[in-house]
């Protein structure tokens, strides 16, 4: 396979300065200045072959969205480079800009105060799409959206599932090779989730473009990612696949525990873990390595009536594993006179 996108120490760094409060201060901020640099994205490699499906997950301020307007062209970088395509994306270029599409969950590319068809006829003379194909894509797209019943309405006056439904409409009419999509289903309700997740899989499948996708629904991630990437501080800390990401992490395991009848002495199970007389039901987390021998112990105490064994969901082995890392990268801030 061919490389759809390729980054070598790409870098992005914000300068910003710092002044306490008062007029005084704004006085001496003219010959005493402080600047605050902050790395938004350490320097990062990537190679992403065309047709991947990649995951881009981190907390907020991680520097997923940097990394998606520096692939996309929207911002400069501070150091490094990137190719999307072959293309160097900040070039902007009309060859490049023509293959590639970005959409941001939180912005609009539509206009609000016009019936999403009259946005989607505009958005083809601007790409130079014939109209009459144009049509017929929306109501293909529209069609697999299960929205072609709203496309006549004012955008201000749809729900915001429905807003989102023509948002990728519109990223999609010119048939993008690659595709940045930056919190697709954010503030959506279930329904609408699984409707785009659904269509994201189909569209894939049939088109194969090069997709990065980011999100806080980690539903989105495992149903749809060939590939995980996290990043913690502007600093990728994983790059493989959902499975393996799942197989390495310490994972705990919830074990819901029921007797017959209430234990009559107190017992220690592991320091920290003391299962109290006189009581019936037990709730606790152990590791998968230590599972083995606590059912054994546990099995052996008294008749057990229900035990209960679940694995930790996704999200949860996500939200650890950038907790711990983000205690162990270094601040990204410098304060310079």
Not at 51 to 58: A, D, K, S, T
Not at 71 to 100: D, N
Not at 163 to 175: N, Q, W
Not at 255 to 274: D, F, K, M, N, Q
Request: hydrophobic fraction near 40%; include cysteine; aromatic fraction near 6%.
């Amino acid at each position: 396979m061919s490389l759809a996108i390729e980054t070598r120490g790409l870098t992005r760094i914000y300068e910003t300065y710092e002044k306490p409060e008062g007029v005084w201060n704004s006085l001496r901020g003219f010959w005493d200045r402080k600047t605050i640099r902050k790395v938004a994205l350490q320097p990062t490699d990537l190679r992403i072959e065309s047709g991947q499906i990649v995951g881009l997950v981190g907390a907020n301020g991680a520097g997923k969205t940097t990394l998606l307007k520096l692939l996309a062209g929207l911002i400069y970088p501070s150091g490094g480079e990137a190719r999307v395509l072959g293309y160097s994306p900040s070039e902007r270029s009309e060859a490049c800009l023509r293959q590639i599409s970005i959409l941001l969950g939180q912005k609009n590319q539509l206009w609000w105060d016009i019936p999403a068809n009259d946005s989607f006829q505009l958005l083809a003379r601007i790409y130079d799409l014939p109209l009459a194909a144009t049509r017929l894509r929306v109501q293909e797209l529209a069609e697999m959206l299960d929205c072609k019943h709203v496309l006549n309405v004012q955008l201000r006056r749809l729900s915001l599932g429905e807003r989102m439904k023509m948002e990728i409409i519109g990223s999609l009419l010119h048939e993008p090779r690659v595709l940045f999509l930056d919190e697709p289903t954010i503030g959506l309700d279930v329904v609408a989730q699984n409707a785009i997740r659904k269509f994201l899989a189909q569209y894939v499948r049939d088109k194969g473009p090069t997709v990065i996708l980011t999100s806080h629904y980690m539903d989105d991630i495992a149903k749809l990612a060939d590939r995980l990437l996290l990043i913690s501080k502007g600093a990728m800390v994983y790059d493989g696949s959902v499975q393996e990401f799942m197989a390495k992490s310490e994972r705990e395991q919830r074990v819901s525990l029921r007797y017959a009848e209430p234990i009559s002495s107190p017992t220690t199970l592991r320091p920290g873990l003391e299962l109290k007389a006189g009581e019936q039901e037990f709730t606790f987390q152990m590791s998968a390595k230590e599972l083995p021998e606590m059912v054994r112990l546990l099995t052996q105490l008294a008749t057990v009536q229900e035990l209960k064994i679940e694995e930790p969901d996704f999200e949860e082995v996500i939200r650890k594993f950038l907790e711990t890392e983000s205690r162990v990268l270094p601040s990204r801030h410098t304060l310079e006179p």
